[in-house]
C-alpha cells in the first residue's frame, strides 16, 4: 500500500465542510440539539458503510451515536471517542458561533476546537480509508457521546453497555500531541463559619471572609500526597473558582459595617492515579486544620461535590498510559510520519490538568489508550477556532493509527 498516495487523497474541501456542518448544530448539553446531531451522526456513518446506531441511556432521554467498521479480523480494535456538547457562547464573538465559517487559515464555532473537529477528523479518516479501498483487519468504533460536560455522562452510559475495544483514541483538543497522562477532577466546596461583630468591636469578631482569603492562597498552592514520583505530583493542581462573603447563609450584603460572618468557597482539585479522591480531601482536611489554628473560633466543612445533590453529574477519573503502550507507539509513528519530526509525548500542560473521558475509558473501560486531538490553543475564547493545517493533519495522523493498530489485509502483520 502506498501510504503517501493515501495521504494525498485525503479531500480536504469534504472535509471542511463536514467539520462546517458540525457546527452549524448548536449542541449545548442536555438540549434538543445535542440529540439532533447525534442522529446526524449515525446517519452519516451509516452512509459510509459502518453499523451505526443511536443509543439512548439516562431518565432524560439523552443518546449517544456508535458506529462500527467491521475488520476481516486477525487485527486488533480501537475506539475513537469524543463528545458533541458544547460550552456556552460567551460576548466577544466577531463571527457566527455557529456559522461554519472557513477562511484561509481557520475553522471557526463554538465547540469546534472542543471538540468538533477532532469529531470529524476521525469520521474523515475512516470516509477516507473507505473510499480507498481499505480493508482493516481490525474493528474501528467510532463513538459520539454527550454528556462530557457534566463528568463524561455518555462515555460512561457505553462502557456500562459494554463497548470495548483493545486501544482507544480520546479526541479532546491536544493541539496534536500525545497526553499520557491527565489528572483526575474533583469538585469541592468548603464553607468557614466565623463570628460576627460590628466593625467597633472587630477585634472580637471571626472573620470568616478574612479567613477565606487566607484559605485561598494555600489552596491554590497544594499538592497532595502520595503521588508516585515528580511526574505524577505535575498534575496536582487546586483552583478555587467561587469566593463568597457576608452575613449568614443567605449573604445579607446590605449590613456591611458588621464582620462577615459566613464564607463559601467553591473549587477544583486535581491528581494523579494512583492518588485518591480520599486522600485529597484529607490533604485538604489538614489545611483546613491549620486555617483553624490562625483563627481560633473558626468552623470548617468541606465537601466533595460528588455527595451533594448534582443530579447527573459524574466525576472524572485520572487516565495513564505507558509510553512503550502500542497505542501510544503508533500515533508517535503516525505524526513522525506526516510532520516529520516527533511528536510531543507525556503529561503536557496544559492538557495534563483536563478531565476527559479518556478517564472513564482507562479506569471503567479498562482499555489503553491516548489522549491526542487537533485544537487547544484558541479554546473556551471568544472565536473559538482550529487551524486548518492541524485538522488536516489530524486526519492523516488519524487514518494511519488506525492502519497501524487495526492492520490492513494485503500487508504484514
Known amino acids: 500500500m502506498d501510504r503517501k498516495a493515501l495521504l494525498d487523497s485525503v479531500d480536504e474541501k469534504a472535509c471542511l465542510d463536514f467539520v462546517s456542518m458540525m457546527v452549524r448544530h448548536k449542541t449545548y448539553s442536555e438540549t434538543e440539539g445535542e440529540t439532533i ?13 459502518l453499523e451505526a446506531e443511536v443509543r439512548g441511556f ?22 475513537f471517542n469524543g463528545h458533541l456538547d458544547t460550552n456556552p457562547v460567551t460576548e466577544g464573538w466577531t463571527v457566527d458561533p455557529w456559522g461554519g465559517l472557513v477562511d484561509d487559515r481557520f475553522i471557526y464555532g463554538i465547540g469546534v476546537s472542543n471538540m468538533k473537529a477532532s469529531d470529524a477528523a476521525y469520521f474523515c479518516a475512516v470516509k477516507t480509508l473507505i473510499d480507498a479501498g481499505v480493508r482493516l483487519k481490525g474493528d474501528v468504533i467510532l463513538t ?28 479532546e483538543p491536544s493541539d496534536l500531541v500525545a ?14 463559619t466565623g463570628n460576627t461583630r460590628h466593625l467597633s468591636k472587630r477585634e472580637e469578631a471571626v472573620d470568616a471572609l478574612v479567613a477565606g482569603c487566607d484559605l485561598v492562597s494555600h489552596l491554590n498552592a497544594m499538592t497532595f500526597s502520595g503521588a508516585a514520583g515528580p511526574e ?24 456591611p459595617p458588621q464582620v462577615a460572618d459566613f464564607c463559601m468557597l467553591k473549587g477544583s482539585a486535581r491528581y ?44 472524572m477519573p485520572p487516565f495513564e498510559v505507558k509510553r512503550d503502550s502500542a497505542i501510544v507507539t503508533a500515533i508517535n509513528t503516525a505524526y513522525r510520519a506526516v510532520r516529520a519530526e516527533e511528536q510531543p509525548t507525556g503529561a503536557i ?26 485544537g487547544g490553543r484558541y479554546n473556551t475564547m471568544p472565536d473559538e477556532r482550529v487551524d486548518i493545517v492541524d485538522y488536516i493533519d489530524m486526519i492523516k495522523v488519524y487514518m494511519l493509527t488506525i492502519l497501524e493498530i487495526c492492520g490492513a489485509e494485503g500487508e504484514g502483520a
Open 179 to 192: 497526553v499520557t497522562m491527565h489528572s483526575a477532577a474533583l469538585k469541592f466546596q468548603i464553607e468557614l
Open 232 to 255: 505524577h505530583e505535575g498534575v496536582n493542581r487546586c483552583h478555587v473558582g467561587t469566593f463568597r462573603a457576608a452575613l449568614g447563609r443567605d449573604f445579607e450584603e446590605w449590613r
Open 58 to 79: 439516562g431518565e432524560k432521554g439523552r443518546c449517544n451515536g456508535v458506529g462500527t467498521l467491521r475488520g476481516s479480523g486477525g487485527g486488533r480494535s480501537l475506539i
Open 37 to 49: 446531531l447525534v442522529r446526524r451522526m449515525v446517519e452519516e456513518m451509516a452512509a459510509i458503510g
Open 272 to 315: 494523579a492515579p494512583g492518588q485518591t479522591r480520599d486522600g485529597v480531601l484529607a490533604d485538604m482536611e489538614a489545611e483546613l486544620t491549620a486555617l483553624r489554628a490562625r483563627f481560633p473560633g473558626l468552623k470548617t466543612k468541606l465537601i466533595s461535590m460528588d455527595t451533594m445533590e448534582e443530579k447527573g453529574l459524574s466525576l
Open 144 to 171: 459520539y457521546v454527550v454528556g462530557e460536560l457534566q463528568g463524561g455522562v455518555g462515555t460512561e452510559a457505553l462502557l456500562k453497555d459494554g463497548l470495548k475495544a483493545d486501544y482507544f483514541v480520546n479526541c
Open 349 to 374: 500542560t496544559p492538557t495534563r490538568f483536563y478531565g476527559s473521558d479518556a478517564g472513564h475509558l482507562y479506569e471503567l473501560g479498562g482499555m489503553e489508550g491516548i489522549v491526542c486531538g487537533c
